[in-house]
């Protein structure tokens, strides 16, 4: 089946530094990709759909400047949390649809990046 | 705007006796129906859906759902828990046209006590 990869799974870091997450579709080719952050005991929340190719469509509220996105090829988008700060520590999780029809495909998770800013 | 809601937030519940996780959604137009489950530090991992057809689906871990349409509800059930089964459950809408865009609900909790 479809397999997402998300590395690194754990990372610490300083205040005021960047750190950037990536999520890779190993055995499917993924035009669309989507980035999700989730806080202590609650539900996903979508901060971006990231299209190869093209600019990231960002959600309401979520700074683009910030969480930077790039989605390079059909098998890779990255998530760069720029100039991190403590509020920003959070569980990343990053997902990609495999095949052509939205909404029908199952979404297929990575198993996600904690991050921890100092 | 479409809504997902998860009415119990934790469901502790005894090993072998049978469940039920709640889910209800609002939408003004066709959608696909998901149960993930997320076990600690980990990603989410689907558990079942309703694409179309029988509105009964099941998993192949003893789960199953049943889609209502008039009730706009996607309820998760299990006759018989085990301990491996505590983890979050998260009951997600998409959309049958346009966007690939998934909302889930808040989640629940099951912990299945020995």
């Known amino acids: 089946g479809a397999v997402v990869s998300q590395h690194p799974s754990r990372v610490i870091c300083k205040s005021g530094t960047s750190v950037k997450i990536e999520c890779r579709s190993l055995?499917?080719?993924?035009?669309?990709m989507f980035w999700y952050r989730q806080f202590p005991k609650q539900s996903l929340m979508l901060m971006a759909t990231?299209?190869?190719?093209?600019?990231?469509?960002?959600e309401q509220g979520v700074e683009k400047d910030k969480f930077l996105i790039n989605h390079a090829s059909l098998t890779l988008s990255t998530l760069t949390v720029t100039s991190a700060h403590p509020e920003d520590s959070s569980f990343y999780i990053c997902?990609?649809?495999?095949?052509?029809?939205?909404?029908?495909?199952?979404?297929?998770f990575g198993a996600g990046s904690r991050l921890t800013v100092l | 705007a479409q809504s997902v809601t998860q009415l119990d937030s934790q469901v502790p519940v005894f090993e072998e006796a049978p469940v039920e996780l709640r889910c209800n959604y609002s939408?003004?137009?066709?959608?696909?129906l998901f149960w993930y489950v997320q076990y600690p530090n980990q990603g989410l991992q689907l558990l079942l859906k309703?694409?179309?057809?029988?509105?009964l689906v099941e998993s192949i871990n003893g789960f199953e759902a049943e889609f209502n349409k008039s009730q706009t509800s996607f309820h998760l059930r299990k006759p018989s828990v085990h301990i491996s089964d505590t983890a979050e459950y998260f009951c997600?809408?998409?959309?049958?046209?346009?966007?690939?865009?998934?909302?889930f609900g808040t989640g629940t909790r099951l912990k299945v006590l020995a």
């Open positions: 990231s299209n190869e190719g093209s600019k990231a469509t960002y």
């Open positions: 997902s990609a649809q495999a095949g052509p029809t939205p909404g029908a495909n199952v979404l297929t």
């Open positions: 939408s003004s137009v066709s959608v696909y």
């Open positions: 055995d499917f080719q993924a035009t669309t």
């Open positions: 309703y694409l179309s057809g029988s509105t």
């Open positions: 997600a809408v998409s959309f049958t046209s346009g966007t690939y865009k998934y909302i």
